[in-house]
């Protein structure tokens, strides 16, 4: 599939997309985040099976996150561990929420966790999309799952679905502490994918500017200038459109995301290029991905120019890039081969 037309009828940010029946609260996000106690933080390394609640440091940012753990695990157990990262502008209670659970189902311990300005972390400029930024962050959790007894710390991997592909790859090339590399659905982006998706060059740089714009006005006044991340009548939103995932409470509009982008986030985002970084993957490596998601010629191309020799790439048929947040199906299968490359990866 050419890059327009698959940027076209794939990709997330100006479409309209439907990602086929929605699974129920009830079958996701409603079993997993209960078992949470909101503002009670596990002490150090006293983890129990099921979601443990902790915090850690990022930069002088303190960070929220879930550890997610086997019910079969017992004080003594190390595991391999899984950091899971979500599409941009989410939080841990989404799609991370569902890997997360459903990895620690496979006997790992899987880490979701919310990147500085979002969700409950830390962080001045909310709901920031900062690429720098959340790279910064995964190497962090990296350094605080070492302190985890819990954890392997030589058994950590990287998952990124979607956007946090990219950040997780960069991560992956500049952290030899990550020891596999898996993508779902990823978005990785250069400068003629971006021109597509955006309709030219032009226009790619006056978003740059209003991003800029914003940020100078938040230096000067410490206000934050945000639009609906998701939306089908305000067309400033970055994702505009019937986007079922984003405004279903069904789904991924649960009460804990805010719903919002700082529009300071355009000038990152939209020089943020992080296809340079492939000669640089040298861990095993795994890439789950359809034809019908988001911009896969970008993650065909990354995919390609990773020297590793321990790579793979699943291609799932007919699966809309949201069939990979919540759909039961999709969900399960990409985690099956999830799974099954990592038990024999780490």
Not at 82 to 102: D, H, L, N, S
Not at 166 to 187: C, F, H, N, Q
Request: glycine share 6%.
């Amino acid at each position: 599939m050419k890059l327009a037309n698959c940027a076209i009828k794939a990709c997330t940010l100006s479409l309209i997309l439907f990602g086929g029946a929605a699974l129920s609260q009830a079958s996701t996000l409603s079993n997993v985040i209960p078992q949470v106690q909101q503002n009670v933080v596990i002490a150090a390394n006293t983890y129990k099976p099921g979601i443990n609640r902790v915090t850690f440091t990022s930069e002088g940012e303190r960070l929220v996150g879930n550890l997610y753990l086997p019910a079969n695990y017992k004080p003594g157990d190390k595991l391999p561990t899984v950091i899971v990262t979500g599409a941009w502008m989410t939080i841990k209670e989404q799609m991370p929420a569902t890997y997360a659970k459903k990895l620690a189902e496979q006997g790992f311990a899987a880490f979701a966790f919310d990147f500085r300005t979002f969700g409950e972390s830390g962080g001045k400029v909310r709901n920031f999309e900062s690429p720098n930024g959340k790279i910064k962050d995964i190497k962090n959790a990296v350094s605080f799952l070492q302190t985890v007894d819990a954890v392997d710390s030589s058994k950590i991997a990287g998952l990124g679905i979607c956007a946090s592909a990219g950040y997780m790859t960069v991560a992956a090339a500049e952290d030899s502490r990550i020891k596999s590399l898996v993508t779902v659905a990823p978005w990785i982006h250069d400068t003629a994918i971006l021109n597509t998706v955006y309709g030219g060059e032009k226009a790619v740089q006056e978003k740059i500017q209003i991003g800029q714009a914003a940020r100078e006005k938040f230096e000067k006044t410490g206000k934050v200038e945000s639009v609906p991340a998701a939306s089908r009548t305000d067309k400033n939103a970055p994702m505009f459109g019937e986007i079922d995932y984003y405004l279903n409470p069904q789904r991924g509009a649960i009460p804990q995301w805010d719903n919002k982008f700082a529009v300071a986030s355009w000038a990152e985002w939209l020089t943020f290029k992080p296809m340079s970084q492939a000669k640089n993957i040298n861990v095993p490596t795994l890439f789950v991905h359809s034809e019908k998601a988001a911009i896969p010629d970008g993650a065909r191309q990354f995919f390609n120019n990773i020297p590793a020799k321990n790579k793979s790439f699943v291609w799932l048929d007919n699966r809309t890039q949201f069939d990979f947040y919540d759909q039961e199906g999709t969900v399960n299968q990409a985690v099956a081969e999830v799974s099954k490359f990592l038990k024999k990866s780490l």
